[in-house]
């Protein structure tokens, strides 16, 4: 059995590029959606087993298609890790009302029914970190 499917969904065509190829040197099948719309048939219809789902896009945001995707019997198992150009809880702030701010956009994205975040730019380490662990976590091929 090969490597997992994996869907990235994200509006900035850069960073799509980017993720694709990180995730395909390390063996991995590799969809790309430029929309959240785009991005739940493509989940619907390829049915990977991880998807990393920006959160910041035109239209249907992250925390909406992630909502969407976990009330539909076809694609609710999916893990979603979702992206934030907002800035990681780790990172240093100014004021206490900062990082309140980011660890409410995480409280959201994990209401909405994601499992992990990661914050852009993302280093292809860390990726490949988290893309392992959550699949691992998740029983499916590393």
Do not use: N
């Amino acid at each position: 059995m090969g490597k997992a499917r994996i869907l990235c969904v994200d509006d900035d065509i850069a960073q799509l590029t980017v993720m694709a190829g990180i995730l395909k040197t390390d063996g991995y099948e590799v969809e790309t959606a430029k929309s959240g719309t785009d991005g739940i048939a493509k989940a619907r219809e390829w049915k990977p087993g991880l998807i990393i789902l920006d959160i910041m896009m035109p239209g249907m945001d992250g925390y909406e298609v992630c909502r969407h995707l976990k009330r539909d019997p076809e694609t609710e198992h999916i893990a979603v890790l979702m992206l934030t150009a907002k800035g990681g809880v780790d990172e240093p702030v100014d004021h206490a009302y900062e990082l309140a701010g980011k660890v409410k956009d995480r409280l959201k994205g994990f209401d909405s029914g994601a499992i992990e975040f990661l914050t852009k730019p993302v280093k292809a380490k860390d990726l490949l970190q988290r893309v392992k662990a959550i699949l691992w976590a998740s029983g499916l091929p590393v």
